[in-house]
């Protein structure tokens, strides 16, 4: 869980350098527009995986034994 939360802080620093580079320094289109398909995702896939519910210790057992609880 360790290296998962780091793996995701690393991605998120990484992507939020990567489009504000490309905000700021005039690159060419083709850079901007794989910028655009890969980062702004992957920034927001680690910022979702970063605040991601986690259960209380309370409920984390009965999670284990029903762990989807309806609509």
Same mark, same amino acid.
Do not use: H, Q
């Given at each position: 869980?360790?290296?998962q939360?780091?793996?995701?802080?690393? *991605? *998120?620093?990484?992507?939020?350098?990567?489009?504000?580079?490309?905000? +700021? #320094?005039?690159?060419?289109?083709? #850079? +901007?527009?794989?910028?655009?398909?890969?980062? #702004?995702?992957?920034? #927001?896939?680690? *910022?979702?995986?970063?605040?991601?519910?986690?259960?209380?210790?309370?409920?984390?057992?009965?999670? +284990?034994?029903?762990?989807?609880?309806?609509?």
């Open positions: 869980m360790v290296s939360k780091i793996t995701c802080i690393i *991605l *998120l620093a990484l992507s939020t350098i990567a489009i504000l580079a490309c905000l +700021v #320094i005039n690159f060419e289109a083709w #850079i +901007v527009y794989a910028v655009a398909i890969f980062g #702004i995702p992957l920034w #927001i896939l680690s *910022l979702g995986l970063l605040t991601m519910a986690k259960p209380k210790p309370e409920d984390a057992e009965e999670r +284990v034994k029903e762990p989807f609880t309806g609509y």
